[in-house]
């Protein structure tokens, strides 16, 4: 079956059939790629660094900021 203005395809080739009904997003979050919006996970060592650096003020601060980030997110 060939639309208005398609050549014929030739003899002994079998027909050309495209699926679209996944569509990109989906096709790459089964497989892990772009697509995958993952949920940020707390640092260990950033939380460390923080302790050391500003007595445990930075870390309230940076755990606020992740819960946020995953909130907003829906994760």
């Known amino acids: 079956m060939t639309t208005p203005g398609q050549p014929p395809a030739p003899a002994g080739q079998?027909?050309?059939?495209?699926?679209?009904?996944v569509t990109a997003?989906?096709?790459?979050?089964?497989?892990g790629g772009y697509?995958?919006?993952r949920r940020r996970r707390?640092?260990?060592?950033?939380?460390?660094?923080?302790?050391?650096?500003?007595?445990?003020?930075?870390?309230?601060?940076?755990a606020v900021h992740v819960s946020r980030w995953n909130r907003d997110r829906g994760l």
């Open 14 to 21: 079998p027909p050309i059939i495209i699926n679209n009904n």
């Open 42 to 62: 707390q640092s260990f060592g950033i939380h460390c660094v923080l302790l050391l650096l500003t007595c445990g003020i930075g870390n309230v601060f940076y």
């Open 35 to 37: 697509g995958t919006v």
């Open 25 to 31: 997003s989906a096709a790459a979050s089964a497989v």
